[in-house]
């Protein structure tokens, strides 16, 4: 939580020493992240605890990501300022203007129309020009416009995404969770140019699941 009298400038000052710290050091990673505000991603209730190192609620029972797995996933997915990049769960629309800061398009689907919407909103009064929105299935990923670079999975698949590992490129690389469980494996896929990847684990995580079809919302 930001401190008695601590400006927001001063809090997100705080919040990336705190990163830095627990090894997230890419510069290009850390200065998106300080230059996001997340403020306004956060729902109003929230608002006060938008500089904490932590998970928040958002509307549709979804959660803007805890900062340090912000962080910890773009910096492994080493996207580069000529990447595609494919977004599975828009959710607050947070994660997605990290990555439009580092690359040069960011294709972003979500289930939730309500929270598309609302992410599409912020990403216009922020005035970003390279992410392009789907209202959609996000585990079938964006065929017609693969392969990409990198892909982001911000839910926790059950089982090896294979229908979002065939839209990468030869040598892309994707980061998702991968479990059924509440407690998941985040994992990088590294192609091998062959077909093939590597596959490292790189931390225990908590998403929601990555579900089927689009959400019906009332």
Request: proline share 6%; hydrophobic share 40%; with cysteine.
């Amino acid at each position: 939580m930001a401190e008695d009298n601590e400006t927001p400038d001063a809090a997100l000052a705080r919040l990336v020493l705190a990163l830095r710290s627990q090894g997230v050091t890419d510069p290009a990673v850390l200065n998106a992240i300080e230059t996001t505000p997340r403020e306004l991603f956060t729902p109003d209730l929230f608002k006060e605890r938008a500089f904490e190192d932590s998970a928040l609620p958002i509307a549709c029972g979804q959660t803007i990501s805890q900062p340090f797995i912000v962080g910890l996933m773009t910096q492994a997915l080493k996207v580069e300022s000529r990447s595609r990049v494919l977004e599975i769960g828009t959710g607050s629309g947070y994660q997605t203007t990290i990555l439009s800061k580092l690359s040069r398009l960011v294709y972003t689907i979500e289930r939730y129309r309500t929270l598309m919407k609302e992410a599409e909103s912020r990403f216009k009064a922020l005035g970003l020009t390279n992410v392009i929105t789907k209202f959609g299935d996000g585990g079938k990923g964006w065929p017609e416009q693969a392969p990409f670079d990198r892909i982001m999975v911000t839910a926790a698949a059950p089982s090896e995404p294979k229908a979002l590992l065939s839209q990468l490129k030869p040598n892309g690389i994707l980061v998702a969770p991968i479990g059924k469980g509440p407690v998941q494996e985040l994992r990088r896929y590294t192609g091998d140019g062959k077909g093939g990847f590597t596959v490292e684990a790189l931390t225990d995580v908590r998403f929601v699941p990555l579900l089927d079809g689009v959400a019906k919302e009332l």
